[in-house]
């Protein structure tokens, strides 16, 4: 397993709730990580991007503001914490790496591995 998404579950508007990807194997520590997201019958949307030091953010404009991604280097582990959720945020969270930066940040096709996904639910 090269990334493995936890966290997500059945929350209320208005709620917070914290994501985590834990890299190994393949995903060497330094890799920079996404996150995306995919809605029933929706295109995946990139949501957030962290480059490998952990210094340099990226977010996708619905979620700006509201959303935080952090990186927990020594547990080689990203967190996404989103706040203030509305149902609209409802989807299947990944989360991706890439080695390098060059090329657009929004685009799936620029990472090379992806985690399972874990569902979030956030209801009105």
């Known amino acids: 397993v090269q990334l493995q998404a936890s966290g997500g579950g059945l929350v209320q508007a208005g709620d917070s709730l914290t994501l985590s990807c834990a890299a190994s194997?393949?995903?060497?520590?330094?890799?920079?990580i996404g996150w995306f997201r995919q809605a029933p019958g929706k295109e995946r949307e990139f949501v957030a991007l962290?480059?490998?030091?952990?210094?340099?953010?990226w977010y996708g404009d619905s979620v700006k503001s509201r959303f935080i991604i952090l990186r927990d280097s020594a547990k080689n582990t990203v967190l996404l914490r989103m706040y203030n959720l509305t149902p609209e945020d409802s989807a299947v969270y990944y989360c991706?790496?890439?080695?390098?930066?060059?090329?657009?940040?929004?685009?799936?096709?620029?990472?090379?591995?992806w985690g399972q996904g874990t569902q979030v639910t956030v209801s009105s």
């Open positions: 991706a790496s890439r080695r390098y930066l060059s090329g657009s940040y929004y685009s799936a096709d620029e990472y090379e591995y």
């Open positions: 194997g393949r995903v060497a520590s330094g890799d920079n």
């Open positions: 962290i480059g490998g030091r952990g210094i340099t953010t």
